[in-house]
């Protein structure tokens, strides 16, 4: 089983960056997926999920009108695009599947923002 995520960087206050996580090894159309950053000296914190199909979308207040999941499933990737980005947005992003036979976890992508 694979999860990499890649699409993190360094931007300014106001940008954008998208994420995409490509996943190998399992059923990705059986799979939730999330994705979860963990801030320099934080605990994880749920960012936003996608269902199997992606017709139900769920996103923290945090991420609500910034961000967008999506998911391709002919492709087995997901990904998260990122607008208005925002300091406290700096973090590194992870990327969760979560179905029936347990949890999978990529390594994460560093997402730093600013000026």
């Known amino acids: 089983v694979q999860l990499v995520e890649s699409g993190g960087g360094m931007v300014q206050p106001g940008g954008s960056l998208r994420l995409s996580c490509v996943t190998s090894?399992?059923?990705?159309?059986?799979?939730?997926m999330t994705w979860v950053r963990q801030a320099p000296g934080k605990g994880p914190e749920w960012v936003s999920s996608?269902?199997?199909?992606?017709?139900?979308?769920f996103y923290s207040d945090s991420a609500k009108g910034r961000f967008t999941i999506s998911r391709d499933n002919a492709e087995n990737t997901v990904s998260l695009q990122m607008n208005s980005l925002k300091p406290e947005d700096t973090a590194t992003y992870y990327c969760?599947?979560?179905?029936?036979?347990?949890?999978?976890w990529g390594r994460g992508s560093l997402v730093a923002v600013s000026s």
């Open positions: 969760n599947a979560h179905g029936t036979s347990g949890d999978y």
């Open positions: 090894g399992f059923i990705f159309n059986d799979y939730a």
């Open positions: 996608i269902n199997t199909s992606g017709a139900y979308t």
